[in-house]
Each structure stands twice: as structure tokens, then as C-alpha cells.
């Protein structure tokens, strides 16, 4: 009787132990999926799906370290095409995701203007472009939504070349919009000596020398002169390409350099990457605290932080003459471009990793590349523009 006794008391606490395990499986998923995980409209399940990989408190998937291999059913291969300003940090990023997760990524360096008719066209399974599209632009796409993913950032440096001048020299907003339509036209002018008493300016006529090509270098430095001048703004305008007042017409990066290197006297502008690898000299630029800023990543990355907590919800956005004391004035966001309801539901997973891997893992790429990284404030937006493309009426991106 003492041994069936034994073996009764058993037989209930291990009743006890099975009952409290079973409250435990079906309570922990429901404080997990009410987490708050973003969820694109009608997407079903979503929270489910994520709920793995969702922090309790930060309610999304992990940042860095989120990607970390393959992922079943997705595409093992992504064509893209646009700007060449992050052709070599791309170049970087997509060989490395390749080794990571096996998904090879074709990407041709054709310019934003090109990145912007390919995606348009549908043509590609993303585009790119250092200039936002638009109104017009996004109402001529053939896909629906179309959602602008900042990427990295870029800002555009002011080199010049100027016999017998080895001081750096400083440029205002009025000297500089000055030069460039014209109205300044002596590197003697009192305006520029004003800014650079001792650098022994000779009164030689200024030779410009602008892009001739389309590129979104020239939406930045135009986008910025507009800002600052109105005669700029209203004469000449904003654009990928636009009709100079004055100057000679150079194709590319390399071809504004070698104008300026071989037309004495002369002044240009080129991205501040190839400026630094270049070994360019470059001036000091006034900002918008009316400090004189050296270009270099690091004040770039300070001019998208001044304008993080007011970026427009799409993201599409100038950062010219942002605010803050080292905020360096002439720089812009560059943006993979996608289609919010995506209709291949492979090439969706396959963009959308790729895409959280390149905004949190690949940023470390930047710095050593001559980028400069996204503030972690616009980090934040762009993860919800991720988690917000659909498929077949889900969340695309499946979490991990």
C-alpha cells in the first residue's frame, strides 16, 4: 500500500508540474506578438513571424547582426542600377552580402537619372539616386508607392586652383552663389579678400567648371545654392543638370578635376569622397551657424543629424545648410529606390534583407570607404519603410 501510495503523490504532482508548464507556452507568445511590431495594413501574422527576433522593449527585429546567412525562399539573385556617387561602397556591400547570405546583386553605376527611369520602368528590382524624385516624378512610376531608402551621404566639396595660392581659402554663401553666376568674376573681388586677407588673391578672371553630364553631385550644390542665394533660385534653379550661367562643361567627377587642374585660376566642384581620395585641395565653407566647415565625413554626417527629428515621413529630403555648429553646408542623402507592394514575393525577402542589412551592418563600411553614416535617428525611420513593404498583402521583410 506504501508503495502505491508513493506512486499516487507522484502522479499528481507531476499533473501540477505539466498543468503550469501548459499556462506557461500559451501565455508567453501573446506578450510577444502584442510587443508592438510594425505591421504593414492587412498584413496577417506578421507579429508571429517576427516575434523571434522582436527585443520586448524596442518592439522591431535586432539592427547589426539581424542578417546572418541564408533564408529559405528567397531570391538568390537582385539586378539594381543608378548613382555612381555609392558605386564603390555598393561595390563593397554587395560582395560581402553575397559571402553572407549567398544572394548575388548586379548593380551598374548609370547615374541617378538612369536609376530613376529603371525603377520607373520596372526595369530593375531597385534603382538609385542621390536626388530624390519628384511629385512629378513618383506620379509617372509604373509600380505604385514608391518608397526612398537613404542609404549613405555624401557632400560635395569646393576645389579650386589658384598659382602662388597655397593658403586654404573661405567661402561664403554670397561669394560662392556669386562665382558661379557670374557676378564675381576676379579672384581679387573685395568680397572673397574680405574672407581671406592674407592668402595674396591675384586679380585673374575666375575660371568655372561645372558638371556637364546629369548627376545628383549637381542637384546637391544647386540645391544648396538655391538656398542660399535667390537670385540663384530664381534664375537658375535646382536639377540634376541645368543651364549654367557661366563655365565650361566637364563630364564626371574626373573631368570637373582634371578642368580645374589644367585651367589656372580656375574653381569647381566634386563629391567629397573623391576629393579626399584625390587629394584635392578644398575650401572652408560658411555654414548656417557661420562657421567655416571643412568637408570630411564626419561634418557631413553632422549636417543629416541637424535635420533627422524634422525629415520629411518619406524621407525625401535636403540637407543643405543644415544647422549645427559643424554641420558641413553643401551635402545630401543618396537612396535606394523601391516599390512598396512588391509582386515577386522571393525578390521581396531577398531586397528586403539585404536592404536592414545595408542600413545596420554595412554602415561600418562607410568611414573607412569615404562615406559618412546615417545618424541612428534616421536609421529608425528607414527600419519602419522597411518593415512596411508588402507582399501579397504581408510584411515582406521576415524578420531575421
Not at 66 to 75: D, H, K, M, S, T
Not at 155 to 178: C, M, R
Not at 210 to 223: A, E, L, Q, V
Not at 265 to 275: D, F, K, L, Q
Request: include cysteine; glycine fraction near 12%; proline fraction near 6%.
Amino acid at each position: 500500500m506504501r508503495f502505491g501510495f508513493k506512486w499516487s503523490l507522484l502522479a499528481v504532482l507531476l499533473v501540477v508540474v505539466l498543468a503550469a508548464c501548459t499556462n506557461t507556452s500559451t501565455t508567453a507568445p501573446t506578450a510577444t506578438a502584442s510587443s508592438g511590431v510594425s505591421q504593414a495594413p492587412g498584413a496577417q501574422g506578421t507579429a508571429s513571424q517576427t516575434s523571434s527576433v522582436t527585443g520586448a522593449t524596442s518592439g522591431r527585429p535586432a539592427g547589426a547582426g539581424l542578417i546572418n546567412g541564408p533564408y529559405p525562399g528567397e531570391a538568390r539573385n537582385l539586378n539594381g542600377a543608378g548613382a555612381t556617387f555609392p558605386a564603390v561602397l555598393y561595390t563593397k556591400w554587395f560582395s560581402d552580402y553575397a559571402q553572407l547570405t549567398g544572394v548575388q546583386i548586379n548593380y551598374q553605376s548609370i547615374g541617378s537619372g538612369g536609376g530613376i527611369k529603371a525603377i520607373s520602368d520596372r526595369t530593375v528590382d531597385f534603382g538609385a539616386s542621390d536626388a530624390p524624385l519628384t511629385d512629378e516624378q513618383l506620379k509617372a512610376v509604373k509600380g505604385g508607392q514608391l518608397l526612398h531608402i537613404p542609404t549613405t551621404l555624401g557632400g560635395v566639396a569646393v576645389t579650386y586652383n589658384i598659382p602662388g595660392v597655397s593658403k586654404q581659402l573661405k567661402f561664403t554663401p554670397e561669394t560662392l552663389s556669386g562665382i558661379f553666376l557670374g557676378t564675381i568674376t576676379k579672384w581679387n573681388d573685395p568680397k572673397l579678400v574680405a574672407d581671406n586677407p592674407d592668402a595674396g588673391l591675384p586679380g585673374n578672371n575666375i575660371v568655372v567648371v561645372h558638371r556637364s553630364d546629369g548627376s545628383g553631385t549637381t542637384n546637391i550644390f544647386t540645391d544648396y545654392l538655391s538656398n542660399v542665394s535667390s537670385d540663384w533660385k530664381s534664375k537658375v534653379g535646382v536639377g540634376t543638370s541645368v543651364n549654367w550661367p557661366v563655365g565650361l562643361g566637364e563630364k564626371g567627377n574626373e573631368g570637373v578635376s582634371a578642368g580645374v587642374k589644367q585651367n589656372p585660376n580656375s574653381i569647381g566642384y566634386v563629391e567629397v569622397i573623391y576629393a579626399i581620395q584625390n587629394k584635392l585641395g578644398v575650401g572652408l565653407l560658411k555654414n548656417k551657424a557661420g562657421n567655416f566647415v571643412q568637408p570630411s565625413t564626419e561634418t557631413v554626417s553632422e549636417a543629416a543629424a541637424g535635420v533627422a527629428q524634422s525629415i520629411a515621413p518619406d524621407l525625401r529630403a535636403s540637407i543643405v545648410n543644415a544647422p549645427g555648429a559643424n554641420a558641413y553646408p553643401i551635402a545630401g542623402l543618396t537612396y535606394i529606390l523601391i516599390y512598396q507592394q512588391q509582386t515577386d514575393k522571393a525578390k521581396a525577402i531577398a531586397l528586403t534583407r539585404m536592404l536592414w542589412w545595408g542600413i545596420h551592418d554595412g554602415q561600418k563600411y562607410t568611414t573607412e570607404l569615404g562615406y559618412s553614416p546615417l545618424p541612428q535617428e534616421i536609421v529608425s525611420k528607414v527600419e519602419d519603410k522597411i518593415l512596411s513593404v508588402t507582399v501579397n498583402g504581408q510584411q515582406a521583410f521576415p524578420g531575421k
